[in-house]
Every structure is written in C-alpha cells, then in structure tokens.
C-alpha cells in the first residue's frame, strides 16, 4: 500500500490558513467555497502545497493543464471548518467527450459539459461527514446545470467518498457501470539484493536468465538511456516515438503520443525536475521506453511499450528491471506506483494491490438524463460479455489477438 500520511500533519496552523474565498456558504457546521478563477486559486496555493502528494494533484501541474485545455475553467471545492481548511476536492469544468463502447468498439463520443474531479484530487480530511457535502455539492452544481455530468475519476474502492458516490444520485442519474480497475504498487528494498530476494524463485531465475540471453545476443550491444532535461526531450521524443508508433496502444489511440499537450507535460515535468524517461537500445536501436515521474520518492509509471520486432528477447521487462536495479542502488526512490490496470508485470512486481472506480454522476436535466439513456446499455452490455468471456478463459484470448492486429496495423 502506498505511504499513508496522518491527517494532522496536513492540517495547516491557525496562523497558516487560507481565508474562505469565491463562492462561499455555508453547509451544515462547514463551511463550503468553490474557487472558479485563477486568483481565487491562488488564495488557497499554501494549503495546497503543503497537502498534495501526488504529482497529478500538484497545483502546478493543475494549472499547467487547465491552460492547455481551451475553454475548461477550476471548480475547486473547499470545506472549512471553524475557519480553517480542512479538506478539497480538485476538479475543472470543460468540454469532454463521453464514450459509449462495447469491447474495444466505440460506439459513439458525444461532447458534453464535464466536471471532472481528477485522480488523486482528494488533498486533506475525507472523513465520511465530509465526502457528504462534497457529495452534495457536486449534486448541486449538476442542478445549476454548470455541467452535464460530473465524473470521480477512480477513488479508492471502500473509501467514504467511493461508498456515497455509487448511491448519490437517483434512479435515472445514477452510474450503472462504473469503471473499475486494479491498482499496483510496489515497494523498494534497501539493496539490489534484498528486491531479487522477494520475488519467487521462478520470477528470480527467470529474469536473471532473460537479462543474461539479451546481453549474448546483442553481443552486450545493450544500452539504456535516461532522460531526465529539457534539452533532452527532442531526442526522447524521436527514439520513443520510433518504438510507440509500433504498440497496440497507438492503434487504440491511447498511450504515449508525439503532440504538442505532450510535450508541453513534459517540459514541465522536466522542470520540476520530476521527468525519468527510461529508453532501451539494442544496437543502437530504439527497442523499449519506460516513462514516468519521481515525486515524493515515488516512480509514477506513465507509458510504457517495447517494439514487437523485439519481442522475442522480452525488451520491456529487462528495461524494467534495470531500472528498478537502479532505483535499489540510488536509494533515491522507495516506491514504485504501476498506475491503473491489469498487467503481468504488474501482477509479478507488486507488492501490495487495492480496487479503484471511477463514477458518473448525470445532472437531473434532459441532457443529463438523455445522455445516461444513451450509455446505460452499451454499458451494461459490454460488462456482461466481459463477464462471460472472463468465465469461459476467452477474454485474454481476445485482448492478445486484438492487440496483435493493433500492432499489424500501425507496422
């Protein structure tokens, strides 16, 4: 499980806190402002900073992607109690497209007005009394009609907000296929030696007789290089798109992609000093790219995807494994967070695992609920054949074939 911070070390000092700003009023004994504007933003900066933890909540980065996305505005919901803050929820509002699938086939994308909570924008005290006026005033808000839906996106399953979430809404608002996911992390040992030593012995052998065979082959031709600068990144972005133009990924549209909204991320990751780009070269080809984030002394894995011409020699889990020897040897990271989703390796390296969700919430108007009329099926529909699937051993089956042909197609 990822390192748990107590509550009372988040909680800013009287003399510390942020003044209620923006829209403010009162919800029971709290009371509730939603920050809609930069400067109003900027009243709480303090708060913020002393409570994030993870680099997509950062403030900076929160900023960073609200300017690069035209026609999206804050909508940060601050509880304070006896003047103090004591607990937000970090979200925006912008148009977004909603998708409505079965499998892999999109269905249709219809852009609607979103507010959207981002992952991991739950920053001090969510108490169950507290997720329920966050609760209410996202309710709120879909009443107004400031958004068409409301999305949480993936909150830990069996936390408060998670519980209240899936019964916020009534019968015809209500989300009746949330989106659920594993999540990994593993933690690090103090040495090389000691992170080999809990694996399995299968794992160990394996791995030790793969990173051997590469080595051979290549005729120790194996390099593995790190990007970590500004002046760096034209370099990382031409070698790693060489490798994800080829991934089943790419052919999903999702994944690492060469465009401006990226590169504009990573230059600000760069920046902040926060940007590991991890790429393998066999003989002096591009051949696999790990990229993510050390925040907090944590890695957050972003992209990750290795050329099929390679596939043979098992590039993306040598890569990983360098890189998690290196993370050992330095001392410098102490965990390593996978991210969302099913995985070998993930389920391999991990060390501790929990189930997150993400939710709808449709505003109690005609969009609102014509929308969810829309989705509900296909919804509902896609989650019985993969149940099914999943029954019979068909589904991974499935996914690998499609994923091959994902492949043949951007080749």
């Known amino acids: 499980m990822l390192p748990q911070t107590e509550f009372s070390e988040l909680v800013p000092s009287q003399t510390n806190s942020a003044s209620p700003c923006g829209e403010t009023h009162q919800q029971g004994a709290v009371t509730v402002s939603i920050l809609r504007t930069l400067p109003e933003l900027e009243s709480i900066r303090n708060t913020w900073t002393r409570w994030q933890r993870h680099p997509n909540s950062d ?9 690069m996305r035209p026609g999206s505005r804050p909508h940060v919901i601050v509880l304070y109690r006896d003047g103090r803050p004591e607990a937000m929820l970090i979200g925006r509002v912008c148009d977004e ?11 249709w994308r219809p852009r609607k007005r979103h507010l959207t909570f981002i992952y991991s924008g739950q920053l001090g005290n969510f108490s169950s009394e507290n997720c329920k006026v966050f609760i209410q005033e996202i309710k709120d808000s879909l009443r107004r009609d400031e958004a068409v839906v409301a999305w949480l996106h993936f909150i830990r399953e069996g936390s408060p907000l998670c519980e209240l979430a899936q019964h916020a809404s009534s019968p015809f608002c209500r989300d009746y296929s949330p989106s659920v996911q594993v999540h990994r992390s593993t933690t690090l040992q103090d040495s090389v030696e000691a992170f080999y030593q809990v694996l399995s ?3 160990r ?15 120790g031709n194996v390099t593995i290089r790190c990007f970590r600068e500004n002046i760096e990144l034209d370099c990382m972005f031409r070698d790693v798109e060489e490798v994800a133009k080829k991934t089943y990924q790419r052919g999903m549209g999702v994944g690492f992609q060469s465009n401006q909204e990226m590169r504009e991320h990573f230059e600000l990751q760069a920046g902040n000093g926060w940007l590991r780009a991890y790429v393998l070269y066999l003989e002096s080809t591009p051949a696999a790219f790990w990229i993510g984030d050390v925040y907090q002394q944590t890695f957050y894995s972003h992209f990750m995807g290795y050329d099929p ?12 494994m360098q890189t998690v020897e290196s993370f050992c040897a330095e001392g410098k990271v102490r965990q390593i967070d996978w991210g969302l989703g099913d995985a070998q390796y993930k389920d391999v390296l991990g060390t501790s695992e929990w189930m997150e969700a993400s939710f709808y919430l449709f505003a109690p108007t005609v969009s609102g609920l014509t929308l969810n009329l829309l989705r509900t099926p296909a919804a509902l529909v896609d989650d019985l054949a993969k149940s099914a699937l999943a029954h019979s051993s068909l589904l991974s089956r499935i996914k690998k074939s499609w994923r091959g042909s994902l492949r043949k197609g951007n080749g």
């Open 59 to 67: 403030i900076d980065f929160y900023l960073k992607v609200l300017a």
């Open 97 to 107: 497209q909603i998708e409505c699938r079965i499998g892999y086939k999109v269905l």
């Open 201 to 203: 012995p299968k794992v």
């Open 205 to 219: 052998k394996n791995q030790k007789w793969q990173a051997r065979k590469i080595l051979e082959h290549f005729g």
């Open 309 to 320: 011409v390679f596939a043979k020699h098992s590039p993306g889990m040598y890569l990983i």
